[in-house]
Nanobody, 118 residues
Framework: QVQLVESGGGLVQAGGSLRLSCTAS????????MGWHRQVPGNQRELVAD???????SVADSVKGRFTISRDNTRNTVYLQLNSLKPEDTAVYYC????????????WGQGTQVTVSS
């Protein structure tokens, strides 16, 4: 079973940038879809961006033009570049994997906190 570990979160001022990393304990080459979600206490978890094994990406409207997802299969790592951060981007960010095209996100990391100060 692949395990996911996120890193790169922290405290940043509005307008700043962060890069989150999600490193898998095993190969992600065969995993169909990797995604970044975020959650604010009291709210539902929100899919921010995802990327398929062929490199196709999708990004939520709320972060389009500011966040970019990428994956490096040689490093078993998925990245989320966060630019032009806003206070409303403050959340715990989770990495997740969907092994097959018909699978839900079933493998989750422990999350990394991103806090954006105004």
């Amino acid at each position: 079973q692949v395990q996911l570990v996120e890193s790169g979160g922290g405290l940043v001022q509005a307008g700043g940038s962060l890069r989150l990393s999600c490193t898998a304990s095993g190969s992600i080459g065969s995993i169909y879809r990797m995604g970044w979600h975020r959650q604010v206490p009291g709210n539902q978890r929100e899919l921010v961006a995802d990327i398929t094994s062929d490199g196709s990406t999708s990004v939520a409207d709320s972060v389009k033009g500011r966040f970019t997802i990428s994956r490096d299969n040689t490093r078993n790592t998925v990245y989320l570049q966060l630019n032009s951060l806003k206070p409303e981007d403050t959340a715990v960010y989770y990495c997740a994997a969907a092994r097959f095209y018909y699978s839900p996100f079933g493998i989750w990391g422990q999350g990394t906190q991103v806090t954006v100060s105004s």
